[in-house]
Nanobody, 115 residues
Framework: QVQLVESGGGLVQPGGSLRLSCAAS????????MGWYRQAPGKQRELVAT???????NYSDSVKGRFTVSRDNTKKMVWLQMNSLEPEDTAVYYC?????????WGQGTQVTVSS
């Protein structure tokens, strides 16, 4: 089992930056695909970015070039660096760990982009 706890959310002005952190505990995450998802009010949860064991990354078109996902398996940490934030990025951001049939979620952290 893997437990995930996100942190780093908050209120930021358009054009600003935030860095989200995801701390994992329990089993090692080395084999897991780690990801960030987000859910805005009234919308479905959507993929933001994923990173594999081998550091291969994937981003949604809406964040490509602005967000960067990274991981440290030894520290059991995953990060999402978010730059050039836009009001449309406002959402609850969730950390995810996925491997075969295992699929774990954190409780989420709120990101609000507003002037």
């Amino acid at each position: 089992q893997v437990q995930l706890v996100e942190s780093g959310g908050g209120l930021v002005q358009p054009g600003g930056s935030l860095r989200l952190s995801c701390a994992a505990s329990g089993s090692s995450i080395v084999f897991y695909v780690m990801g960030w998802y987000r859910q805005a009010p009234g919308k479905q949860r959507e993929l933001v970015a994923t990173i594999t064991r081998g550091q291969t990354t994937n981003y949604s078109d809406s964040v490509k070039g602005r967000f960067t996902v990274s991981r440290d398996n030894t520290k059991k940490m995953v990060w999402l660096q978010m730059n050039s934030l836009e009001p449309e990025d406002t959402a609850v951001y969730y950390c995810n760990a996925r491997f075969t049939t295992d699929n774990y979620w954190g409780q989420g952290t709120q990101v609000t982009v507003s002037s």
